[in-house]
Nanobody, 119 residues
Framework: QVQLVESGGGLVQAGGSLRLSCAASERTFSMGWFRQAPGKEREFVAAITWNGSAYYGNSMKGRFTISRDNAKTTVYLQMNSLKPDDTAVYYC????????????????WGQGTQVTVSS
């Protein structure tokens, strides 16, 4: 069982930036992020594979950047130009296979970290 621990959430004003981190207990083929806002469905945010191929949800392109450390056990999400609509609980996810924007159920999930963007 892969354990995922997120950090870096918080409160930020619209237009600001936040960086989320997620440490995994072991390497997986891909790591990434989902989010869920109150009353909304879970949404794919971004994912990155072992070899560095990155994928983003449509509303995140150009604002969010996902990266992975050399050991392949930590993933980062740099979020810029944040909007109130980005307010959600952000979950770190991991899987033994590729995760794409069409992915709905990654195998491993973290506990989530709250991101709140004020207007």
């Amino acid at each position: 069982q892969v354990q995922l621990v997120e950090s870096g959430g918080g409160l930020v004003q619209a237009g600001g930036s936040l960086r989320l981190s997620c440490a995994a207990s072991e390497r997986t083929f891909s790591m990434g992020w989902f989010r869920q806002a109150p009353g909304k469905e879970r949404e794919f945010v971004a994912a990155i594979t072992w070899n560095g191929s990155a994928y983003y949800g449509n509303s995140m392109k150009g604002r969010f950047t996902i990266s992975r450390d050399n050991a392949k056990t930590t993933v980062y999400l740099q979020m810029n130009s944040l909007k109130p609509d980005d307010t959600a609980v952000y979950y770190c996810v991991a899987d033994s296979s590729i995760m794409l924007p069409t992915t709905t159920s990654p195998k491993y999930w973290g506990q989530g970290t709250q991101v709140t963007v004020s207007s």
